[in-house]
């Protein structure tokens, strides 16, 4: 009969074992108190970088004023990113648009230079006096 015994019992693993309840049994006696500050102590004086990233900010970042791409000019288009005089022309010849994603829908841009766009303008339907959105002109 061939038994496997586990790494953990032939005793190689003991040692960081016993190191980590140490660590557990010094913060468990140490008190919350204690322990908070220890843990506070060393994220303060940890840089952010050593995890990879930065900490979160609490303060919400500025907003960007949205474009309309239904009543913009066309220096203000061309002030988009990837936004050329050929994008911002097909961008006014093709109004009106319902939605945004309507500029990949019926190519007028690529996903590409859309996907860089999106959060910087909105596309704000023209109103007919009934309230009701104006629709784009169907091409045949």
């Given at each position: 009969?061939n038994?496997?015994?586990?790494?953990?019992?032939?005793?190689?693993?003991?040692?960081?074992?016993?190191?980590?309840?140490?660590?557990?049994?010094?913060?468990?006696?140490?008190?919350?108190?204690?322990?908070?500050?220890?843990?506070?102590?060393?994220?303060?004086?940890?840089?952010?970088?050593?995890?990879?990233?930065?900490?979160?900010?609490?303060?919400?970042?500025?907003?960007?004023?949205?474009?309309?791409?239904?009543?913009?000019?066309?220096?203000?288009?061309?002030?988009?990113?990837?936004?050329?005089?050929?994008?911002?022309?097909?961008?006014?010849?093709?109004?009106?648009?319902?939605?945004?994603?309507?500029?990949?829908?019926?190519?007028?841009?690529?996903?590409?230079?859309?996907?860089?766009?999106?959060?910087?303008?909105?596309?704000?339907?023209k109103?007919?006096?009934?309230?009701?959105?104006?629709l784009?002109?169907?091409?045949?």
């Amino acid at each position: 009969m061939n038994r496997t015994i586990h790494p953990w019992r032939q005793g190689r693993t003991a040692v960081p074992l016993l190191a980590a309840l140490a660590a557990v049994a010094a913060f468990a006696l140490a008190g919350p108190a204690q322990a908070a500050a220890a843990s506070a102590a060393s994220a303060a004086s940890a840089p952010a970088k050593a995890h990879g990233h930065k900490k979160a900010a609490t303060a919400k970042p500025a907003r960007v004023k949205q474009i309309d791409i239904n009543s913009a000019s066309r220096e203000q288009l061309k002030t988009l990113p990837g936004v050329g005089d050929a994008e911002a022309d097909k961008i006014i010849a093709g109004r009106p648009y319902l939605t945004k994603a309507e500029l990949v829908s019926r190519k007028v841009l690529p996903t590409g230079p859309y996907l860089s766009i999106k959060r910087l303008i909105i596309a704000k339907p023209k109103l007919k006096p009934n309230g009701q959105p104006e629709l784009p002109a169907k091409s045949g």
